[in-house]
């Protein structure tokens, strides 16, 4: 079987394992057809559990942000409809830097954006506590950051820095700012220095790559810190509910 029959059998994190293992060849014509095919199905089925999430969690009534002013602050967007042009834009930012991974670029075309973060300027009685709701920037809004007059030269700061060591994008919120309580450095995505399928997700608490991130916050139904051991999150019939509804990527 190949890549993607392996994937449709149950193979998901196999095979996005093996992609890795192939590091830039899997951008050679040899490859590169049957990773598109795996990446599309893996986003088709990322966008499918967003939309089912965030369907239960209006039920139970969940606060979202309701006040919204931009695309990154709505709970969930298709993409743009510019998108391509967007990402055109994005790589050419980037490019002094190196590659946007392609797992991103899926994102974007696929899916579009989420922020499932609580609206704590409307109720600062949090529904589940340090939950580390899924967010993920809208591409728009990603653009713009990176077009901005200083920010090649705030990035290279990092690149040249012994600890970071890489120019990254910013796409969400850390887990303290999300609960408006303080917080560190934004989760973010490695621009590596070569092209890739997929990237470091940084800073983030499970120090994994972008898909495994996604795949952890599934797992979770969307909130990959709501099981932590030093809450007392009532989350069980929120899961037994979704957790069954969602496809593995």
Known sequence: MNLYERYLKGETKEVHDDIGKLGSYA??????KE??????????RVSFNLKTI????VNIGYLFKTDIEFDFEKPLHSPLKNTES????????????????????????????????????TNE???WDMAD??????????VEEVTTEYWKEDIQQYVDDEYFGCAFLDLSADDLHKDNVGGGQPYA???????????RFMNEPHETSFINYLRICFENCGFPGIARIDTNNDYKAFFDKVKPQ???I
């Open 189 to 199: 995505i490695e621009i590596t220095r070569e092209p890739s399928v997929d990237a």
């Open 133 to 142: 709701p899924i967010q993920v920037s809208s591409l728009d809004s990603i």
């Open 35 to 44: 990773v598109e095919k795996v990446m599309e199905e893996t986003f088709e």
């Open 86 to 121: 967007l990402i055109e834009r994005l790589d050419l930012a980037v490019k002094d830097f190196g590659f946007v991974p392609l797992s991103l670029k899926y994102f974007y075309r696929i899916v579009g954006g989420v922020n499932f973060v609580w609206d704590f300027e």
């Open 27 to 32: 951008f050679d014509e040899s490859h590169r």
């Open 54 to 57: 965030y369907k239960e969690l």
């Open 246 to 248: 969602l496809k593995k």
């Open 125 to 127: 009685e949090f529904m």
